[in-house]
């Protein structure tokens, strides 16, 4: 296992977002990264329409965390490009036992991601062939699953909005254990 022993506490911040209650350390074979206590992440950050193939939280749980932490403050501090953090993280994933399809998935997902993030967008076009044959590939696993999902999505969505109108959450009411 990739990361130092213990297992992973968090407490829950929202209804997305969590933070970790001690450092979630990882020792790779030439890196170290500590991720602090108190992080504040959102496991995997996966578009709700492919949530059926990846859902947010998985064996790849740590290195998703160690990529958030990666991608704010690994950027910020300069210990990591952005190539370098998406790169980490299917690397992590692999050392944790991510099957090969889904971390490539993954992998792809996230450079993806740094393409329409200005902060993350610098050096895109090295990647840029392997992202879009890893996506050719899937795109016959993952599009057709997604068509028939995003319209389900929109009208669920369209219809808890109206039912909201008549009958609101009452969160002064919500009692949350954490």
């Known amino acids: ?6 297992s992973l506490v968090v407490r829950r911040i929202d209804a ?7 450092p979630l350390v990882y020792r790779g074979r030439r890196d170290r990264f500590v991720v602090p206590a108190g992080f504040r992440t959102d496991f995997a ?5 492919v949530t059926w193939l990846v859902p ?3 064996a790849y ?4 965390i160690l990529h958030d932490w990666l991608c704010t403050e690994g950027l910020r501090t300069g210990a990591v490009t952005s190539r370098q953090a998406d790169g980490l993280f299917r690397r992590v994933m692999r ?8 971390r490539w998935l993954m ?3 996230v450079r993806w991601g740094a393409l329409v993030d200005e902060r993350r967008r610098r050096g895109w076009g090295i990647s840029a062939p392997g992202v879009l044959a890893v996506s050719v590939l899937a795109a016959p696993l993952v ?3 997604a068509v028939v999902i995003a319209p389900g999505l929109l009208v669920f969505a369209l219809a808890e909005w109206l039912v909201a109108r008549v009958a609101p959450t009452r969160t002064d009411e919500m009692v949350l254990r954490t």
């Open 1 to 6: 296992m990739p990361f130092e022993p213990g």
């Open 16 to 22: 997305s977002r969590w933070a970790t209650v001690d």
């Open 45 to 49: 950050s996966v578009p709700r329409v």
């Open 56 to 58: 947010r939280f998985g």
């Open 61 to 64: 749980t740590l290195a998703a």
């Open 95 to 102: 050392e944790s036992g991510v099957p090969v399809l889904r």
């Open 107 to 109: 992998w792809a997902g």
């Open 143 to 145: 599009v057709p699953p």
